[in-house]
């Protein structure tokens, strides 16, 4: 006990609660995916800087020294599956062009017409045999090269010299496509380590895109990653997943770029009192396995483990393989940050993806992108691709957890410019969000690679 009461009647109200510790699988269980706990890295205690989500000047030097540097995430691959067809996504100020080439690799290009800057295509997809540009009828191939220049006998100069529109590193992993802004970002795979390796045993390329949203959000990128990198905040934003999750027994592991955490679903928080009939959240997670919960006289605390014993025993009959996949990972959240800016809610029969964009120059806002999956049983006909939508935020819901994140970001964005607030305090809980913030200024303090 300390010498000031008020202290101590400050922790007597805020102790965590006692919880016991849930039964995890054991490295020898986990046949691909690793589970061990990695060591805590010792990043100290101190504020993280609230400037770093307000001045214009760290969001210059972000793209200086990171966005330009780091592989990204730029297009879900079976909208790339013929020769011809193409994806024009955006990051920051660039807009960047990936094109399923004829031999059938991908190649990613800047998304500009050499001739007066204009931009070749609009933010989608598409097919084509050719891009003209339609500003004066430039046209380039599949590979990026000059097709035809109207009136090139006019232009005594002849034709730029580069032989067509800049191409950028791109490749493939996951069912996902990437490209970077860095000519020199090394192999993809180098970059991923370890989390493709984590992420092999999903069945990523049998997941159907269900959602494609893109949302502008009143704040910082930075501020919607760690909304996403920790569950402390369950109890005050979302207080109903306290009824379906273990929003304490946390595994956290930070890697050299990335981070993750593993948790449980199916279980109770211990911030609320075990209820006498079985919540309906988790009444959700039975059927989706195909349990009856009316079925179901087993304890609570036991229906995790026996929908893990469930799922492994039809899974096969049911068309789905998780023979790769661990006991845990057929129920819980195995929860992954891919640096900078992609959050995946990785899940045996889903898969939630998030992808946050900067703005192109205003740092109190942001481009939040939805693709949501569903793995699709065997024999079973694909979903038509869903149509992408554009909105704003509060034009209409994203889904009620979404829509509490939503809700709740412009507010911190508001009060990173207050007088009265000095910049983040965090906690143990919060460790993703410290390693995050370590790994970006690895790459500001002028290096294309984070030190361990």
């Not at 010498?3 to 400050?10: E, F, H, V, Y």
């Amino acid at each position: 006990m300390s010498t000031d009461p008020s202290k101590d009647a400050l922790y007597a109200a805020s102790l965590t609660p006692q919880y016991k510790k849930v039964r995890r699988v054991t490295p020898a269980e986990s046949p691909v995916t690793p589970v061990d706990k990695t060591p805590d890295p010792e990043l100290g205690y101190g504020p993280i800087a609230k400037e770093r989500y307000t001045s214009p000047d760290f969001m210059q030097l972000e793209w200086e020294r990171m966005w330009s540097k780091v592989w990204l995430l730029g297009a879900w691959e079976r909208d790339l599956a013929e020769p011809g067809d193409y994806v024009a996504t955006h990051i920051g100020k660039e807009s960047v062009l990936i094109v399923r080439q004829r031999d059938g690799s991908l190649k990613a290009f800047y998304n500009v017409c050499l001739h007066r800057g204009n931009r070749l295509r609009p933010e989608g997809t598409g097919s084509g045999d050719s891009f003209r540009c339609q500003y004066h009828h430039w046209e380039y191939d599949l590979d990026g090269s000059f097709l035809r220049i109207p009136d090139l006998d006019t232009f005594v100069q002849g034709p730029p010299p580069c032989k067509g529109i800049r191409a950028l590193p791109c490749e493939a992993w996951g069912g996902l496509v990437w490209f970077s802004l860095n000519p020199d970002a090394g192999p993809l795979t180098d970059y991923l380590d370890p989390v493709d390796k984590h992420l092999a045993p999903y069945n990523f390329s049998k997941m159907a895109l269900t959602r494609d949203v893109t949302v502008e959000w009143h704040c910082n990128w930075k501020a919607s990653v760690d909304a996403f990198n920790e569950s402390y905040h369950v109890q005050g934003i979302h207080p109903q997943l306290m009824w379906y999750l273990h929003d304490l027994d946390l595994q956290i592991d930070t890697y050299e770029r990335h981070n993750r955490y593993l948790i449980p679903f199916g279980m109770l928080s211990p911030r609320v009192r075990k209820p006498n009939t079985i919540p309906d959240p988790i009444k959700v997670i039975m059927k989706a396995a195909g349990m009856d919960p009316a079925d179901y006289d087993e304890p609570i605390e036991n229906i995790r483990r026996d929908v893990q014993k469930w799922k492994r025993k039809h899974g096969a009959a049911q068309g789905k393989d998780y023979s790769g996949l661990n006991d845990d990972q057929l129920t819980d959240d195995y929860h992954y940050l891919i640096f900078p800016n992609v959050t995946l809610n990785t899940h045996a029969d889903d898969l939630m993806l998030f992808r946050q964009r900067p703005h192109e120059s205003d740092p109190s806002r942001m481009y939040y992108d939805i693709w949501t999956f569903e793995l699709i049983a065997d024999g079973a006909p694909w979903p038509e691709r869903p149509r992408h939508q554009r909105v704003q935020h509060g034009d209409k819901s994203i889904g009620l957890v979404l829509d509490q994140d939503a809700h709740n970001l412009p507010g911190v964005q508001a009060g990173m410019h207050s007088a009265g607030f000095d910049g983040l305090w965090l906690g143990q809980q919060e460790l993703r969000i410290r390693h995050f913030h370590k790994v970006l200024d690895d790459y500001l303090a002028g290096g294309a690679k984070p030190t361990d």
